[in-house]
């Protein structure tokens, strides 16, 4: 590793994780200065509301690895993608493996089931923004399934609140963030623990 840390690109589905950029970047700063280990430069690359599947994702990689010069990859899926793509994390994370040819250094992570479960553990600030005393859905974000994923609960609270206005993903999924302990989310949400200790390792830093 060099004094500039790991170069990583994270391939996200679109604007609304690249508004978590800001959060990870100051828990990373904090986390790693504590250990006198360099930060690493972390892209975030949009993939036009889908990460790519197959052949295609495989080509992205590669690109990113061999052409632009990328230490890793790591790609970033909701499960809940509105289609039959994957059964749970495990399977998506299995295919996306898959799909790349078990490339020692691409990672695939997953949002269960999808991004807005990040947000949750931040409900009393969703709850203010919104404008609404709607109680939270569960105590384990990561567990609201399916069938009505976390974003709708985002959506249904910002629909019913005083706020007058619809949930913008980009702009209150960054608002949401704004200024918050990320380690409340770490702790409540696996996935995302998963991530961040990816994210770590890859820097030589001690996981959580």
Known sequence: ??????????LVEGET???FQET????????????QIPMPTLRFIPQRGRIPKGDKLKRVVENL?????????????DVYTGTKDFQNA???KQKMNTWVGNHPDFYPHVALHDFEAWLLPYW??????AKHNRAKPGSEPEKVNHDRPPSYHLKEIFERGQCKE???KIIHAKAIFKGQDLTIAIEACPELK??????????GASEL
């Open 24 to 35: 990870l970047h100051s828990f990373l700063k904090g986390y790693l200065q504590a250990q």
């Open 166 to 168: 619809s949930y913008n």
């Open 90 to 92: 495990a399977d998506a």
């Open 194 to 203: 998963a991530f961040i200790n990816c994210i770590l390792r890859l820097c």
């Open 124 to 129: 009393s600030t969703i709850q203010k923004k």
């Open 65 to 77: 690895l061999y052409h632009d010069g990328y230490d890793a990859v790591i790609a970033l899926t």
């Open 17 to 19: 994780e690249k508004a």
């Open 1 to 10: 590793m060099n004094q500039q840390g790991v170069r990583i690109a994270i």
